[in-house]
């Protein structure tokens, strides 16, 4: 009996020790940082706990989900096709996460509508963004698709986003990080760039080859305009050069014939040093008689003539 009261007594002290440490871990949980739990009682939404450690009543309460609330990408691909009737691989990137507005009680907020609101809330999500760009591709052309690229993704994150908002979830930013083109419409723009390019190097050194012309017509007027005032103000200061010699030839009382003749004779005299000078060997015959003007005026100019073709 003594030991039959000893064993009931220790079975009556252990046992609910025993029962309390199988359930202690189930009871006890930390929530890490940047996550939820949300906890139902009964299979019942119950309550949503923030990081930190936590109890619940084993058996009844149970963590029915862990909510991430950081923010997380996803990326994927779609066909689309443009105005211009040329079909297109976009790559899209969605950043999104689970609303932080906790509503007017815990089942209007984020964390909760994330979890039962919806089964399927990434693919729900690439399904909006998928519906939203091929309905906003199509009114652009392949070029403007290309320039304004971020625009479209910046009207498709606005229109997603209220959607999604009723699913508890915040869409970051959609980005086309992407646009693929069909093998042959790559090469065929390649080629149009590529011709464009030729076309404005063309231009460009067609330019410049006008420029040059123009800068050598221009300077070589210029020079020919010089050279002309030149020849006219050499022409000038001879003319006044033979003026200044008669009048000083004349002021000693020769006649005027006489002075013409003499001045004749001097430049043929120069001449005819200048022809000597040029070391060109050659014979010249000069007149016995100085006393006809015109014959020596021939001689003269016959004299003339065969210096300028010394020259040459």
């Avoid at 999104?96 to 729900?124: C, N, R, T």
């Avoid at 210029?222 to 000038?236: F, H, T, Y």
């Avoid at 005299?269 to 022809?275: G, N, Q």
Wanted: glycine share 6%; hydrophobic share 45%.
């Amino acid at each position: 009996m003594l030991l039959s009261g000893i064993i009931a007594a220790l079975t009556s002290f252990l046992l609910p020790i025993i029962i309390l440490l199988l359930l202690l871990p189930n009871a006890c949980y930390v929530v890490e940082q940047q996550h939820a739990v949300i906890i139902e009682r009964l299979g019942k939404f119950n309550r949503i706990v923030n990081a930190g450690f936590h109890m619940k009543v084993p058996v009844i309460d149970r963590k029915a989900a862990t909510v991430n609330l950081r923010t997380m990408k996803n990326g994927f691909g779609i066909d689309v096709k443009t105005q211009d009737n040329v079909t297109i691989g976009l790559e899209v990137s969605a950043q999104y996460h689970v609303s932080y507005d906790m509503g007017a009680g815990p089942a209007d907020s984020g964390i909760y509508k994330s979890y039962y609101m919806l089964q399927e809330p990434v693919d729900q999500m690439r399904d909006f963004i998928t519906d939203a760009l091929r309905s906003s591709i199509p009114v652009y052309t392949l070029d403007e698709v290309f320039a304004k690229k971020d625009d479209i993704a910046k009207d498709v994150n606005a229109t997603v986003s209220e959607q999604m908002a009723a699913y508890g979830f915040t869409l970051v930013s959609t980005l086309i990080t992407k646009i693929a083109l069909p093998t042959e419409v790559e090469n065929s723009m390649n080629d149009i760039n590529a011709a464009q390019r030729k076309r404005a190097a063309a231009q460009e050194l067609a330019e410049a080859d006008r420029i040059k012309r123009v800068t050598e017509a221009t300077a070589e007027a210029e020079a020919m305009e010089k050279a002309g005032e030149g020849i006219a103000n050499q022409r000038k200061a001879i003319a006044l050069g033979i003026k200044d010699s008669l009048e000083i030839i004349q002021e000693t009382g020769v006649g005027n014939d006489e002075a013409n003749q003499l001045f004749m004779f001097t430049q043929w005299s120069e001449m005819m040093t200048e022809f000597a000078r040029t070391g060109k060997t050659s014979t010249v015959v000069l007149p016995s008689d100085f006393s006809q003007s015109a014959s020596m005026f021939e001689q003269m100019l016959a004299a003339g003539k065969v210096q300028n073709d010394l020259k040459e």
